[in-house]
């Protein structure tokens, strides 16, 4: 007679509501760590060093972005005032 107690009182217990939230809960929050956390969510990023690109062009080109050609500047602008920039040198070397 003792041993039909045990398993009674565990399958009272599981269909107790609480006890069927919680394994949900459970359930659920496994679920969100394995899509938020697997290997496939790492970000296939490279650092600043190793990934260097003499334009925005070819960086956009090299995560598969298609690069469309900027519109001609309008002859009615005018110059932009002040003295010319120098192109700016990367001080780091590859």
Do not use: C
């Not at 969510?41 to 490279?46: C, D, E, I, V, Y």
């Not at 050609?69 to 040198?89: A, D, F, M, Y």
Request: hydrophobic letters at 40%; glycine letters at 6%.
């Amino acid at each position: 007679m003792a041993t039909d107690r045990f398993p009674n009182s565990i399958s009272s217990a599981l269909r107790h509501p609480g006890v069927i939230a919680l394994i949900v809960a459970g359930f659920t929050i496994a679920a969100m760590l394995i899509v938020d956390h697997g290997p496939w969510s790492r970000a296939k990023t490279q650092p600043a060093h190793v990934a260097m690109y003499a334009t925005t062009g070819e960086a956009a080109h090299a995560v598969g972005a298609n690069v469309l050609p900027t519109e001609s500047k309008s002859p009615v602008e005018p110059e932009r005032p002040g003295p010319k920039t120098s192109p700016t040198v990367n001080p780091v070397t590859p």
